[in-house]
């Protein structure tokens, strides 16, 4: 069909053409021709405009029927997406509120490993045998990052240099202004510096300078128990986990606290929803009858 559209479309415009062509025949036969042309010219104009109407005809019908071939198309394609989406939220809602109540689930059940074995390991430091450190907290050894004590890094030897000794012990190395100024004595690695009036001892000493990595501490994390928030799966249900209270201290220092938090917030879970909104409200409407 749009084949034949396409055709038309050159078709139209050279039947139109044709009928100028005529018409401007006829014009010139006014003035020049006889009766007789005149009515076989006019004859010729009478077809190609039939022509044009037959072919401006076919091209409008075909058109209308391609635009409702493609409305169509276009409504039943419309309808195959909304099926298909009516059909997900039926066949998917049960699947994916398992999914969720069951990595809930999950969560929670890791939550519980975790502060178990944190009560064990507290009741192993109240209780440590000789000669064992104390074992740090389960949770953050399993997810902070450990600290790293001080290292010595790369290194180098400097130059001699004059420092002050003496009564000047600590003052560090000769001001570069002020070394011109020190006389050495005796073996030459110790001397005499005058400086403002005043003479001071110095020696020659030699550094290795040493870059050192500074002690860091454990990159910390934000415990679970404080930074989870399980909400309610549906409206009217208990949270699955709401956070802690904040104030429970550091990482695995209260365990047993947390454990007893699980434990309620499973009891809150078993009671039915309860639906949050206010009761309905009436009112009174008057509908004719007679």
């Excluded at 749009?2 to 039947?15: C, F, G, K, M, Y």
């Excluded at 104009?45 to 391609?66: Q, S, Y």
């Excluded at 902070?144 to 560090?172: C, F, L, M, V």
């Excluded at 938090?261 to 309860?274: G, S």
Aim: hydrophobic share 40%; proline share 6%.
């Amino acid at each position: 069909m749009r084949s034949i559209l396409s055709q038309l479309a050159t078709d139209v415009p050279a039947a139109e053409a044709l009928v100028d062509e005529l018409e401007n025949r006829r014009r010139s036969l006014l003035v020049t021709g006889d009766d007789g042309e005149l009515d076989a010219i006019d004859a010729k104009i009478v077809e190609a405009n039939r022509n044009v109407e037959r072919l401006c005809a076919g091209r409008d019908k075909m058109t209308g029927r391609l635009a409702e071939i493609e409305a169509a198309a276009d409504q039943a394609q419309k309808i195959k997406a909304y099926r298909d989406a009516a059909a997900m939220v039926a066949n998917m809602g049960p699947e994916v509120e398992k999914l969720i109540r069951d990595g809930c689930d999950m969560v929670i059940d890791g939550l519980r490993k975790v502060h178990l074995v944190e009560q064990a390991i507290n009741q192993a430091n109240a209780n440590l045998p000789d000669n064992e450190a104390h074992l740090p907290s389960f949770e953050l050894t399993m997810r902070g990052i450990p600290g790293e004590p001080q290292q010595r890094g790369k290194s180098k030897i400097r130059d001699h240099e004059w420092h002050y000794t003496g009564n000047a012990e600590g003052w560090g190395a000769v001001e570069a202004q002020f070394v011109g100024n020190v006389t050495p004595i005796g073996d030459g690695k110790t001397g005499k510096l005058n400086r403002s009036g005043s003479t001071f001892d110095v020696e020659l000493r030699r550094y290795r300078e040493v870059e050192v990595l500074i002690e860091r501490g454990w990159a910390r994390p934000v415990p679970l128990a404080l930074s989870l928030r399980l909400p309610a799966f549906r409206v009217g249900e208990a949270d699955i986990w709401a956070p802690f209270n904040p104030g429970f201290g550091d990482l695995g220092s209260n365990p047993a606290a947390i454990l007893d938090h699980i434990d309620r917030l499973k009891q809150e879970r078993l009671r039915p929803a309860m639906d949050p909104r206010p009761d309905r409200s009436t009112k009174t409407v008057l509908e004719l009858v007679s």
